[in-house]
């Protein structure tokens, strides 16, 4: 049986860490808009920094933008590219 | 250091090469400056050296209290330094600001032990100069950016687009040309080929790992290197309003500086560093910059006076306020680049920090970093008078933003000297000591939260929420009841001046006091900014008739945020301010004919034209 976090649980948990938001980043709909749900730029630089030490990716910086982070939806879309990416190569 | 002696205030200098001076703040010890050991503080890049100010400040201060001789200041085109962000060989330029600030402090103090201590970029500028160098007694570093190419990355999402096409990065507020970000990438400094220092204490982020390979190769190259991970980083680079001076850090730091101190022995010998002036020429024009305090009640405050060279009788004063807990520079660095600009247009410029704010004490009795304190009409009344007496100015100005907006406004209401306001972006009309910064902006807040659902009605989302029972009535509930609760006041407000019933807190009363006086307030707002729909609100019919008269003046920015941080933007508002600044008092600043003649004659009342 594998126990290892699913790659929303781990974004969620990132979220809960690092986010700065003022909603349950465990509960908040996939699609809801994390910059409305008070994640600041800061924070948003924090939660990338984040997220590529949990899925040992890089975002490109073509994907360091606010419409890329904007969801756990979008998040979790650019790491699934990045990891099978990553995983090709 | 002598018990029970004070240390003394610090003193601002100006220092480095003619024409391309530095600014700093030398930090003497309470045993009248025979240190035998000094630091060098190495600011962060950006909007992080803006939030960190405060804190650097405190550490500095902490230092000298220590009987540490402390230098901070500005690397070159940054803070009250010369140049600007466009010049080539930024990179080079910053090194070459470290080393200008070490030979400054010992010459100076005639120490010959100097440590460094860098936060973020700070960290790597120190170590890269302390690299080329072999007087470096230790480098304490706090949260370095030890790969320039991750710390861009850092940036470019910070800014939030895609990096420009000639590899320019902007990022919140402050510019980084494509040279720049180009030196950048190729610093590592896990390649560094000699230690920068024998001893290094390296202060680890509280927020996140930053991993061992930086302390790995400074152990490869014989340097003693200790980690610590202190609390307090994430709390010091917060938003300067919010942003909390790290003691457990500044207290680590010292007992390490003190550890080091003993370790090393003393050669000092005592010089003197030269007065706080500088000039410089900007557009062809020989301008004078002085670093000055005035009194003011039972403390002082610290400005930037910036005059063209050899200035008597100048046609423009102008008073430039904090905005927020910005220290002087302003937002994004706007004040010194207009304050440089207008000075050679002729006119003098004071960059104002109100006491507690920036590089000014608070007083005896007050807090610092308190943006709307009950004293700061006083600390701009200060400055007004200080420009008065010293200059005789034909006109007297005032420019702020955001709290700087509101004390601006106050000021320019109660005080007949000034000509103009130039209030930007204001976020309350009526400020009540003990209210707070987090929740009790309530009228923008209000504005800004029922804006919001009202947008959101028109999304799928929010109706598939609501049927799911997954929205937050009771804050819904409370924006929506206080947004109505507000219309109500506002429309009685109304009435009772239909009525001429005198009511507290009349924005409209105010407005009109400060017309028909001739003061003329001109409010420039980012559109959808809530101040804008808080004036129109609180001002009543007030502003419709001032406007129409050309007695008061509302410019809106499109697509701008609160403080400007997009350089397109910010070009804009530069133009706009421009225009309502040098605009003859005579003619509208918005360029429109009024559509009555004003009751008196704003050029009456202040006698001076362009």
């Known amino acids: 049986m594998n126990d290892a976090p699913s790659p929303e649980a781990l974004v969620r948990s990132v979220l809960l860490e690092h986010g700065r938001l003022t909603r349950d980043a465990l509960t908040l709909d996939a699609d809801a808009d994390l910059y409305q749900a008070g994640m600041n730029s800061h924070a948003s630089v924090n939660v990338m920094l984040a997220l590529e030490a949990a899925f040992a990716v890089e975002f490109p910086d073509h994907m360091l933008t606010r419409s890329v982070f904007r969801s756990i939806q979008s998040i979790g879309d650019a790491v699934s590219l990045l990891s099978t990416t990553s995983s090709v190569q | ?610």
């Open chain 2, 1 to 610: 250091m002598t018990a029970g002696e004070p240390t003394p205030a610090p003193q601002p200098v100006f220092f480095g090469p003619v024409g391309a001076a530095l600014f700093g703040w030398l930090h003497r010890p309470a045993d009248g400056g025979n240190a035998d050991f000094g630091l060098v503080i190495c600011n962060p890049f950006g909007f992080e050296e803006v939030c960190a100010h405060r804190s650097l400040r405190h550490l500095a201060c902490a230092a000298a209290a220590a009987g540490i001789a402390v230098l901070r200041f500005d690397y070159a085109g940054c803070g009250n330094s010369s140049g600007d962000e466009s010049q080539p060989r930024m990179l080079k330029r910053w090194i070459d600001s470290v080393h200008e600030a070490i030979d400054t402090l010992e010459h100076a103090t005639g120490l010959s032990r100097v440590c460094l201590l860098g936060l973020r970029l700070g960290a790597t500028l120190a170590a890269l100069a302390a690299e080329q160098r072999s007087d470096i007694a230790g480098l304490v570093a706090i949260a370095p950016v030890v790969s320039g190419r991750a710390w861009l990355r850092e940036l470019r999402l910070l800014s939030g687009v895609p990096g420009a096409a000639d590899g320019s990065l902007e990022s919140a507020g402050f510019m980084l040309s494509g040279e720049t970000c180009n030196a950048l990438d190729g610093v590592d400094l896990r390649r560094l080929e000699r230690a920068p220092a024998q001893r290094v204490l390296i202060v680890e982020r509280d927020d996140l790992p930053i991993g061992d390979a930086w302390p790995t190769a400074l152990i490869r190259l014989d340097a003693d290197v200790r980690c610590e991970r202190w609390p307090g980083y994430a709390a010091m680079v917060a938003d300067p309003q919010r942003a909390q001076v790290p003691h457990a850090i500044v207290d680590g730091v010292l007992r390490c500086l003190a550890h080091w101190r003993e370790a090393a022995p003393p050669h000092a010998r005592e010089t003197l560093v030269g007065a706080a002036s500088t000039l410089s020429v900007v557009d062809g024009t020989r301008v004078r910059e002085a670093a000055l305090w005035l009194d003011a009640g039972d403390t002082r405050l610290f400005g930037v006076l910036t005059a063209p060279q050899g200035c008597h009788g100048p046609r423009h004063a102008v008073v430039m306020l904090n905005a927020g807990s910005v220290h002087h520079i302003g937002p994004n660095r706007l004040w010194v680049r207009l304050a440089r600009q207008w000075a050679a247009r002729g006119a003098v410029v004071l960059r104002l920090d109100i006491a507690g704010i920036g590089d000014s004490p608070p007083p005896r009795a007050g807090a610092d970093n308190v943006v709307y304190p009950t004293h700061a009409t006083r600390d701009v009344a200060a400055a007004l008078a200080f420009l008065q007496r010293e200059f005789e100015p034909g006109e007297l100005h005032l420019l702020g933003l955001c709290s700087g907006a509101y004390h601006a406004l106050k000021a320019a209401v109660g005080n007949p000297a000034v000509t103009s306001a130039l209030v930007i972006n204001p976020l309350t009309f009526f400020w009540k000591e003990g209210m707070t910064l987090n929740v009790d902006l309530q009228d923008a807040d209000t504005l800004q939260m029922t804006a919001r659902y009202r947008r959101s009605l028109w999304r799928g989302e929010t109706w598939r929420r609501l049927l799911h029972c997954r929205l937050d009535f009771k804050t819904i509930g409370r924006a929506v009841a206080r947004r109505a609760w507000d219309a109500l006041r506002y429309r009685g407000r109304d009435l009772a001046r239909l009525l001429h019933i005198a009511t507290r807190d009349d924005l409209a009363a105010e407005l009109n006091a400060a017309a028909e006086r001739g003061t003329r307030i001109a409010f420039v707002f980012a559109s959808g900014d809530p101040g804008h729909k808080l004036l129109e609100l609180q001002g009543g019919r007030a502003v419709k008739r001032l406007t129409d008269q050309c007695r008061l003046s509302i410019d809106l920015i499109d697509g701008a945020d609160h403080t400007f941080t997009r350089a397109e933007t910010r070009e804009r508002l530069v133009a706009v301010i421009e225009r309502l600044l040098f605009t003859p008092a005579s003619q509208p600043a918005n360029g429109r004919a009024p559509a009555q003649p004003p009751l008196r004659s704003a050029s009456g009342v202040r006698g001076a034209q362009l």
